[in-house]
């Protein structure tokens, strides 16, 4: 059996004698290590703090090595310790796999079997039930932004996204909201800070809709497009119970030749039908949004009464949704140069809150249920 012994010549000739030599000790004892009991023997021989052989060259090679041959020593030492507990981790993985596989070969025995065979193998009781994790399901208001996704994939949009943290060009600046124009003021920014010494253009904020993916994709693709864009946005809103910093937006745009007004209204008209029932009649109102020339507030007839005047419609027996219009050849501008040419083409343009249709859709009446993450609420939409 191997045993350290103190060295008499410190050439590298004899060093490397030295290492071949433990090496191949190392080898031979590692070939015998069959079982566990062995395994820990030569753990115990080979790593051990107290008296292992690592330890033992450290003190006879190392320590003991005169000034000016402590580096190769050193190195050599170094290298004995990675070999060994290289060798070492190997046949742990080796008795691990052996292991397993005699358990699975006990499968074929009783229960009661494999229990005696765990338990005496490592004290563990396998027949105790585990630890069951429920599986998540899809949150509310993702349920309802992702049937409103689908209702357009129906006709043919493709789905984009964009970033949270957006700047003041995609934001504002090429949504043709200028800078200090008081619409901006409709928005309450939440700005990053420190980004003053910035151009205004390229100041970062939290995205105050999903409106700037419009740009972003029309850089990204030529026209034709058909496209919807869910995500979330951020608004200094406080909190209430139709009101929340964060929420999620699903903006929609199509761009061709000869898009007209009244495709975007036999689309939204479409898609109120295919989300909450064929019965929901829409109506369009006159708007402003920068973005848009003209543009329209788009409201249902109220789902709980039908337009005969309840609670939730206020008795008007109409519910606004959303925002739309016709791309403002402004907007084209900023993107002209991929083929968005204001007098070739024409798109009409929308956002609806997709926290605000999950709402509807399941009779909710608070918005802050959808984000205390309260599973009781949560579980009942699984
Ligand atoms: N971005 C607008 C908002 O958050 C909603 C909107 C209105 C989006 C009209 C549009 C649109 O695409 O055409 O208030």
Same mark, same amino acid.
């Given at each position: ?6 060295? $008499?010549?410190?050439?590298?000739? #004899? ?26 023997? %030569? ?30 020593? =050193?190195?050599?030492? +170094? ?14 993985? &080796? ?61 043919? %949009? ?9 700047? &003041?060009?995609?934001?504002?600046? #090429?949504?043709?909201? /200028?800078? +200090? ?40 693709? $030529?026209?034709?497009? @058909? ?8 608004? +200094?809103?406080? /909190? ?25 209204? =036999? ?21 402003? !949004? ?39 050849? +402004?907007?084209?501008? !900023?993107?002209?140069?991929?083929? %968005? ?14 926290? @605000?249709?999950?709402?509807?859709? %399941? ?20």
């Amino acid at each position: 059996m191997y045993t350290v012994h103190k060295l $008499a010549d410190y050439s590298p000739t #004899a060093l490397d004698a030295a290492v071949r030599e433990l090496l191949s000790a190392l080898e031979s004892e590692s070939r015998a290590v069959n079982d566990e009991s062995a395994w820990k023997d %030569y753990r115990d021989r080979w790593v051990a703090r107290k008296n292992g052989i690592l330890t033992q060259i450290n003190d006879a090679w190392l320590k003991a090595a005169p000034p000016d041959a402590k580096r190769e020593v =050193g190195k050599r030492v +170094n290298s004995v310790r990675e070999e060994v507990e290289h060798a070492f981790s190997l046949l742990r993985s &080796d008795l691990e796999r052996k292991i397993i596989s005699e358990s699975v070969t006990l499968v074929g025995g009783t229960l009661d079997e494999i229990r005696d065979w765990e338990l005496k193998r490592e004290g563990v009781d396998i027949s105790l039930p585990g630890i069951r994790r429920p599986i998540g399901a899809e949150h509310p208001v993702i349920k309802a932004q992702n049937e409103m996704v689908a209702v357009f994939k129906s006709m043919g %949009y493709s789905v984009s996204e964009g970033p949270e943290i957006e700047t &003041d060009y995609y934001n504002f600046e #090429a949504l043709n909201f /200028p800078p +200090n124009h008081p619409a901006r003021d409709t928005q309450d920014t939440l700005f990053i800070a420190g980004q003053q010494s910035k151009p205004l253009r390229e100041r970062l904020l939290l995205r105050t809709h999903t409106s700037p993916v419009q740009i972003r994709t029309m850089e990204r693709l $030529a026209p034709p497009i @058909r496209v919807v864009i869910p995500g979330k946005v951020h608004r +200094n809103d406080a /909190p209430d119970a139709s009101h929340s910093p964060m929420f999620h937006q699903i903006e929609g745009l199509a761009v061709d030749i000869n898009i007209t007004f009244c495709d975007l209204k =036999g689309t939204l008209d479409h898609a109120m039908k295919a989300f909450f029932g064929s019965s929901v009649k829409t109506r369009f109102q006159p708007s402003f !949004f920068p973005f848009t020339e003209p543009s329209a507030e788009v409201a249902i007839s109220c789902i709980f009464c039908g337009g005969k005047g309840c609670r939730t419609c206020k008795q008007g027996g109409w519910i606004e949704l959303l925002g739309c219009g016709m791309v403002d050849p +402004n907007v084209f501008e !900023f993107v002209r140069d991929n083929g %968005y040419d204001p007098a070739k083409v024409s798109g009409f343009a929308f956002g609806m809150g997709a926290d @605000r249709i999950a709402l509807l859709k %399941y009779g909710v009446d608070d918005i802050q249920l959808f984000f205390q993450g309260d599973v009781r609420f949560l579980e009942q939409f699984a």
